[in-house]
């Protein structure tokens, strides 16, 4: 039972224009979430965070909005750019960071010139 | 800083023999560590959860006889693929816990290609 989905396998953006990402998720009892970002063959990239006591985190371009009554969060990237190419996953976990994430199947962001 | 480093990258081995991965912390000290492995266009899947000096957890379904973890220190954990077979080729990943993050973010390795024919 997939815990953490990410219902959208790819997304195509034009460059300059808002990304946005989403994530849905079915544990009541993740109180952490994550996003990375991952380059084929290559580790996870740690991008931004947030607490289940927070709707929104904003770092930079990259904002995370979190809806816990509807189980759902989502990335927005703006503006976006052609290093935002890669995929994308979301991350949950239940109480404090010793625990392992859940991790969602990605999406794969594709920025068009 | 929060860099993690896996060793080797890619591996090819005969089966039945066993594969030693590492992963490092460089500059900074963790004392938990994790380890994933992702099959192609499926999601990171956590196997185990490290902790220096003591035994590793493992997830439902995960042999622990076969996927050996020692976590030595606190800047190094080890995975060993024990009589390693085709089926376990896949994309090994450590993360570790701690660095600018504090206790909150995981930090991932570049990850280990293993292939076993």
């Known amino acids: 039972d997939q815990q953490v989905k990410q219902n959208s396998p790819s997304l195509s953006v034009q460059e300059g224009r808002i990304s946005i990402l989403n994530c849905d998720y079915t544990n009541s009892m993740f109180d952490y979430f994550l996003w990375y970002k991952k380059y084929p063959a290559e580790g996870p990239t740690f991008l931004i965070s947030?607490?289940?006591?927070?709707d929104k985190n904003e770092d930079g371009r990259f904002t995370v909005f979190l809806n816990k009554s509807a189980k759902h969060l989502s990335l927005h990237i703006v503006p976006s750019q052609p290093g935002d190419s890669a995929v994308y996953f979301c991350a949950a976990r239940v109480g404090g960071g010793a625990d392992g994430l859940t991790f969602g199947k990605g999406t794969h962001l594709i920025i068009q010139p | 800083g929060a860099v993690v480093s896996q060793h080797p990258s890619r591996v090819i081995c005969k089966s039945g023999t066993s594969v030693k991965i590492e992963c490092r912390s460089l500059?900074?000290?963790?004392?938990?560590m994790f380890w994933y492995r992702q099959f192609p266009k499926q999601s990171l899947m956590l196997m185990a959860t490290?902790?220096?000096?003591?035994?590793?957890?493992?997830e439902q379904g995960v042999e622990k006889d076969k996927f050996l973890i020692n976590h030595a220190s606190l800047t190094l954990s080890t995975l060993t693929v024990t009589s390693a077979h085709p089926e376990d080729s896949s994309f090994y990943i450590c993360?570790?816990?701690?660095?600018?993050?504090?206790?909150?973010?995981?930090?991932f390795g570049p990850g280990t290609r293993l292939t076993v024919l």
């Open positions: 500059d900074f000290q963790a004392t938990t």
């Open positions: 947030i607490s289940s006591i927070k």
């Open positions: 490290s902790n220096e000096g003591s035994k590793a957890t493992y």
């Open positions: 993360s570790a816990l701690g660095g600018q993050g504090g206790t909150d973010t995981q930090y």
